[in-house]
């Protein structure tokens, strides 16, 4: 008689437990078919023709969960890495995105981006550069 009672005790928690569950995500307006959080940021403002390329990359990657042009986020912005480099780092520049980086700007490391060709990635670093 008492498993019978504790069962039906349990049930009884377990049931309200879900209505509240349910009545959460209602109030916070969910709506599970809508995945406008998982999009890119934008990357704003149209670049010159000649570093289109670099622009397009960027605002296709992940780059821009990290960065942001005008300021820090998880790493500098664009901005500041263009005010502390020069056209002559362009190719360490784009080792750095391939292959990842620490150091230089504080201790939280640049992730490897392997995916990404150093063709591609020199065009991303001539774009940065052009922010100057």
Not at 50 to 68: M, P, Q, R, T
């Amino acid at each position: 008689m008492k498993r019978i009672i504790l069962a039906v005790a349990f049930a009884a928690v377990l049931t309200s437990c879900g209505d509240k569950k349910k009545e959460a995500v209602e109030e916070t307006n969910f709506n599970p078919a809508d995945t406008s959080f998982t999009k890119q940021p934008e990357v704003t403002g149209e670049p010159a023709a000649e570093f289109k390329k670099g622009y397009d990359l960027i605002a296709a990657s992940d780059c821009l969960g990290c960065h942001k042009i005008d300021e820090k986020l998880v790493g500098p912005s664009y901005k500041e890495v263009a005010a502390k480099y020069t056209n002559k780092d362009v190719a360490t520049l784009a080792t750095k995105i391939v292959e990842g980086g620490k150091g230089n700007w504080g201790e939280v490391p640049m992730t490897a981006h392997p995916a990404v060709t150093k063709e591609d990635a020199t065009e991303m670093v001539k774009y940065i550069l052009s922010l100057k």
